[in-house]
């Protein structure tokens, strides 16, 4: 995979470092694994042809495309707030949900992470490690997941969960 331009790629003893315009991201490295910087490129090579290895060889692979794309662009999830009733607001760097509890549930984002809040219904969590803004992501939608029998809960943006028919609908078939 090509290295862009300003990105900086160390290979250090068992991990690998890369340096961008957003920052620093450091990648361990499995031992079946080697990494090479040829030509403005990285190359990643497997020790052997075994089923462990190959499986590694690819995750490697990916772990430091995604480190690469974090330092340069970053990444971003959003969460829809749907229901009546239900909205989201900011607080300080975190946010405060109110979806139908008796109390608002407040989130703080993890170290490297930042949450936005668009209008009252709409959730954006950015960062550059790829796995820190998919934790955060799923920890919000877990304080009231996508309900399968009416349109409310807290889904990703683009998610389309599948709703069921209610009782009525089901027992007249």
């Known amino acids: 995979m090509p290295i862009p331009q300003g990105v900086d790629v160390k ?4 991990q690998v470092s890369v340096k961008g315009t957003r920052g620093t ?18 190359v990643v090579s497997s020790l052997g042809e075994e089923h462990r290895q190959r499986a590694l060889h690819g995750l490697t692979r990916s772990l430091v495309a995604n480190a690469i794309t974090g330092v340069t662009e970053g990444f971003e999830k959003s969460v829809e707030v749907r ?34 809040v668009e209008g009252n219904n709409l959730i954006h969590v950015r960062g550059m490690d790829k796995q820190l803004v998919g934790e955060m992501a799923a920890r919000i939608r877990r304080v009231r997941p996508p309900s399968a029998y009416k349109d409310k809960g807290l889904r990703y943006r683009g998610e389309t969960p599948r709703i069921k028919p209610g009782k009525r609908v089901a027992g007249t078939a």
């Open 25 to 42: 991201l450091v990648q361990r490295l499995p031992d079946e694994v080697r990494l090479k910087v040829k030509d403005g490129a990285i």
């Open 83 to 116: 229901g009546i009733g239900y909205r989201v607001q900011q607080s300080g760097k975190g946010i405060v949900l109110n979806v139908g509890y008796s109390h608002a549930v407040e989130l703080q984002p993890l170290e490297g992470v930042t949450l936005t």
């Open 11 to 14: 290979l250090e003893r068992g």
